[in-house]
């Protein structure tokens, strides 16, 4: 899939160019007296405040109760012998001598 792979390349450069950035701005605070890890820390806090819109769809999805993920994106039908009560995104196992159709 050529688009997907577009996509894919323009996600890496732009978190290549985002990480580059970082770097200069921890250089920056560095020479202003911060210690190294304070200027990590101060341009790593920099970046998330000015970038919200960005990382906010990195979080996995929440899924509704009678649906699980298992790669934090997904969210499929809770298999039988198992609840999924949403928003937790993990399958719980029905207890023993109970019974838990699929959703």
Known sequence: HPKQRS??????VSMWQDMDAMMIRSRQLKNKQYTSDAAIRQSACDWVLANQDRWMSWLPSECDAGTYTSNLVDCLPCPAGSYCPGPLMELVTCPSGSYCPPK
């Open 7 to 12: 996509r894919q390349f323009m996600i890496i």
